[in-house]
């Protein structure tokens, strides 16, 4: 044997102890393991925008698990973390090493959620987790059924301690045991206008990998395209309830009716023959009548213009009534805990109605 082999040799030796020391200690998951499963939107950072962004996990033999955090997460990121199914509980994580409690383990498999629920300082950016000696990641199988949302502060949960975790898309997404992305941002208008801070409407910003606050952001000042093929599986059914902010600035009936029909054009080119579920808002809330409806007619407008050219899968949801004045904070007329968990009674019902069925288990059984 050479001199060079003999230390190339000994090298390994060297190099398979460190290994093996390392691993004595704990399993490094690096990012970009494809058996993260990955939901939301992240960039290529990779760092998560929009709320409700994260990734799932099915891990055999769990006891502990870090998440190291890199120099793009919010101080803190507000995350929701839940275990085998179980409802999710706040964690505040910051850049560097965060140990995740985990209560409800189970002695086999563990499911692990883990989101960002907020919409605005909702960066996780994720470097590495770190699993318990002997802890294997199994592949996360995701629901056949997987929704998609679209909306404003009424959708991303403003104002809920719990943020979009506890906001109706989110819980009618967990009730259908079903995947789910929530593209819903508070102040948003449909309409590309510069509303209560969002540089561009949602008919542009949909199409985004990252939310309007890229704009506030100095480390990533600058948005890209959304590869939709990332959602998987692609959504099979779309929600969208929109227009507040739009009323909000002015934008006139017929301005918001034609944008609207443009919108749903380009949504029917990543979604072709999904059904899609155009909710006619609740309105705004008054302490002395009704609540205030905004775009009257309009959202049965725009639904009666698709079907009258052959759209056979657009439906109107009337939430009409689903809100009152006991269901949202005075403050601001949004909706409490109370009033979002009302709302999602609501909507599944309708949902069921309609003909959808909540999957019997998770794909992945916990
Ligand atoms: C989970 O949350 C729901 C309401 O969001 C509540 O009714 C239920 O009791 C909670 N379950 C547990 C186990 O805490
Ligand atoms: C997380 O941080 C926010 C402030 O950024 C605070 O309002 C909230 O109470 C914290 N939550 C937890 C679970 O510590
Ligand atoms: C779980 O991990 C421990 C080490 O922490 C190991 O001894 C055990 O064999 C593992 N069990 C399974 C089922 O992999
Ligand atoms: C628009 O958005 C802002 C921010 O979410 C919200 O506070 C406000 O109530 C909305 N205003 C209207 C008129 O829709
Ligand atoms: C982001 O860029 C725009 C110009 O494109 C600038 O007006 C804005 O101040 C920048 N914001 C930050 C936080 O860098
Ligand atoms: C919208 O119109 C109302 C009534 O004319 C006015 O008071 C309000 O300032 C306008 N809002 C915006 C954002 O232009
Ligand atoms: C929505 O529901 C309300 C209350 O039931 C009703 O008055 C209204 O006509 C409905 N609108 C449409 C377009 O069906």
């Known amino acids: 044997m050479s001199r060079n082999h003999f230390s190339a040799l000994l090298s390994g030796v060297a190099l398979a102890l ?7 200690a704990s399993v490094v998951i690096p990012y970009a393991d494809p058996l993260i499963y990955y939901n939301g939107r992240w960039d290529s950072t990779p760092e998560t925008w929009w709320t409700g962004s994260g990734f799932k996990l099915n891990v ?11 120099p793009y997460t919010s101080d803190p990121v507000q995350l929701g973390v839940s275990v085998n199914y179980g409802n999710f509980t706040a964690y505040n994580a910051t850049q560097g090493a965060n140990v995740i409690p985990l209560t409800g383990l189970a002695s086999g498999d563990n499911v692990i959620r883990i989101n960002s629920v907020g919409w605005e300082s909702n960066h996780m950016n994720l470097e590495t987790i770190e699993l318990n000696d002997g802890a294997e990641l199994l592949p996360y199988e995701p629901s056949k059924l997987a929704f998609q949302f679209i909306g404003d502060s009424l959708s991303a949960g403003q104002y809920l301690p719990n943020g979009v975790d506890q906001a109706w898309p989110f819980l009618t997404a967990e009730y259908f045991k079903a995947e789910h992305n929530v593209q819903a941002q508070p102040g948003i208008a449909l309409s590309e206008i510069d509303s209560y801070g969002n540089v561009n409407g949602m ?9 309007t606050q890229f704009y506030y952001d100095p480390l990533h000042n600058y948005t890209t395209p959304w590869d939709f093929k990332r959602d998987y599986p692609a959504a099979t059914h779309v929600v969208c309830m929109i ?6 600035n002015n934008v006139t009936s017929s301005a918001f009716y034609q944008t609207y029909i443009n919108f749903l054009a380009k949504i029917r080119l990543i979604y072709p023959v999904q059904p899609l579920f155009i909710i006619l808002p609740w309105g705004w809330p008054s302490a002395d009548g009704p609540p205030s409806p905004y775009y009257v007619g309009i959202y049965e407008q725009v639904v009666n213009y698709r079907t009258s050219f052959g759209d056979k899968n657009i439906y109107l949801v009337n939430a009409t009534g689903w809100i009152d004045y006991s269901d949202v904070y005075p403050a ?8 979002h968990e009302k709302v999602t009674g609501y909507l599944t019902s309708w949902l069921e ?12 059984p916990a």
């Open 18 to 24: 460190t290994l093996s020391t390392l691993s004595a």
């Open 60 to 70: 055999q033999n769990l006891s502990s698990l870090t998440l190291n955090l890199g």
């Open 203 to 211: 008919t542009y910003q949909f199409f985004r990998t990252e939310d």
């Open 243 to 248: 227009g507040a902010n739009d009323s909000g």
């Open 332 to 339: 601001n007329l949004h909706p409490t805990v109370e009033g």
């Open 353 to 364: 109605n309609w003909g959808l069925t909540a999957e019997s288990s998770w794909a992945t």
